[in-house]
């Protein structure tokens, strides 16, 4: 048993890891990208629809699409961030668009006529006043990244899926918990938590 | 000394192909007080829109103290020309200091000075510093949040005031004590103000000069004293709906 513990403590930081680098890429490029979208609007419904329809490959195929590419692909553990940076930004690139989108025009106005540039708007304005949103949507991509990663064992990604995996290989159903429980856990701990984030954002805005 | 304004044969065409301001030409000089009445959809809000750029004019020029307003350089101009507006639109997540130092902020001037020149304008406001400076909008009243959107308009003492009718969603009570404080602001300093209303009677309040826009034109421009002799019938109808009838 000690040996099954040792195994789902490092599986367990190994998922971690995954997901951690997953989203922080995804979050530091989701939402310039969703700021980006709002401001050409016109290719950003193009950029929308793109990463809509990465959301809807089934994610052992992306992971499938993904080994042969050079530089990204192969087996391991980059393929395994990389599909996950790819499945995490439409919650955060929508979300992101979403919150800016719901800013509301008198307050917008209100920043322009009192000298605001664009860019200071921005900071100052508009990302300040979506923060529930984006907090949203991050809270979304790391639960689907926390599930999706359990899948990237198939691809040599390690984390807990290595245990699921071999779980149902060996039909030994401890195995399958050992690594299902864990990743369960994650999930909603993650959700607890960016959920309490998005309402504390909120709750200082009084909304 | 205020700002010098010029409008000249300005038109700005709704999206539906119309005009909603007509080939409109108006000049202000430094330190009058000018108040532009008409009925809603006359194109008031858009006349006054002109003159801080949030209003393209498709032909003709806006002039402020002798320079075509536009880019480049338009939001540096705008810290210099206070905007306030029917709703005060108050930064949420600010708190009423930070709200007040936006421009100021904008500007690069110190947080002390940041700070005197706020608590001096709310003191005068009648928002005592000391309570109200650390609150969020949400926390305020209607009365208090638009007095707080005064403040920041004009904290910076900007040389041209615009005002979109600020007082006409609050009571009649608060709505006459803020008409009085306006009036003493714009006593104490020297600026040029342009003041939207429907309410006549708030027009010969606060201003020296009334123009009267009808369908996107101009169709009088008067001093106040001579606004409630005119025979022009359009603005006798104004003059008429404000009469409130004496008990008998």
């Known amino acids: 048993m000690t040996d099954l513990t040792a195994e789902i403590v490092h599986a367990t930081a190994q998922h971690l890891l995954i997901v951690g680098v997953a989203m922080l890429v995804a979050t530091s490029a989701g939402i310039p990208i969703g700021v980006a979208c709002v401001w050409n609007p016109r290719s950003g419904r193009i950029v929308l629809r793109l990463i809509d329809i990465i959301q809807t490959i089934p994610s052992l195929a ?119 429980l864990p990743a369960a856990a994650l999930a909603v701990a993650a959700d607890l938590l960016f959920g309490a984030l998005e309402r504390l954002a909120a709750r200082r805005l009084g909304v | 000394m205020g700002s010098s304004v010029v409008i000249d044969r300005a038109t700005v065409g709704g999206s539906n192909g119309n005009a909603i301001v007509r080939d409109v030409s108006l000049r202000i000089d430094p330190g009058e007080s000018v108040a532009v009445i008409g009925r809603s959809g006359a194109g008031k809000t858009t006349l006054l829109r002109l003159l801080n750029g949030l209003a393209t004019p498709s032909t003709g020029a806006v002039v402020i103290d002798g320079l075509p307003l536009g880019e480049p350089g338009l939001a540096e101009r705008r810290r210099r020309i206070g905007t306030i507006l029917q709703a005060p639109a108050l930064f949420p997540h600010r708190t009423v200091l930070e709200n007040v130092g936006t421009v100021p902020r904008l500007l690069g001037w110190p947080e002390e000075r940041i700070r005197q020149a706020s608590a001096a304008l709310l003191e005068r406001l009648d928002l005592p ?62 600026v040029t103000l342009l003041f939207v209303t429907h309410d006549v009677a708030e027009a010969l309040r606060v201003a020296r000069r009334i123009v009267l826009i009808d369908d996107g034109a101009i169709v009088a421009d008067l001093p106040a004293g001579d606004f409630v002799r005119s025979a022009h019938p359009l603005i006798h109808r104004f003059l008429d709906a404000a009469r409130i009838p004496e008990a008998s």
């Open chain 2, 129 to 190: 510093f000391d309570r109200f400076a650390g609150r969020f909008p949400r926390s305020l009243s209607g009365g208090e949040q638009q007095r707080v959107g005064i403040a920041r308009a004009m904290v910076a003492d900007p040389p041209l005031l615009l005002c979109d009718e600020p007082f006409s969603a609050l009571d009649p009570i608060v709505r006459r004590d803020l008409q009085d404080t306006f009036v003493a602001l714009r006593d104490g300093g020297s």
């Open chain 1, 62 to 180: 992306l992971f499938g699409f993904l080994i042969p590419l050079p530089l990204i692909g192969g087996i391991g553990i980059r393929t395994a961030i990389v599909a996950l940076i790819l499945y995490s930004l439409l919650p955060l690139v929508r979300n992101t668009v979403t919150g800016i989108a719901g800013v509301d025009p008198l307050i917008r106005e209100a920043a322009t006529a009192l000298g605001m540039t664009e860019r200071q708007r921005l900071m100052r304005i508009d990302l300040p006043l979506a923060l529930p949103s984006i907090f949203g949507g991050i809270r979304i991509a790391t639960v689907i990244a926390i599930g999706v990663a359990t899948i990237a064992a198939a691809v040599g990604g390690g984390g807990l899926g290595t245990l699921i995996f071999r779980g149902v290989a060996m039909v030994d159903s401890t195995r399958i918990l050992a690594g299902a």
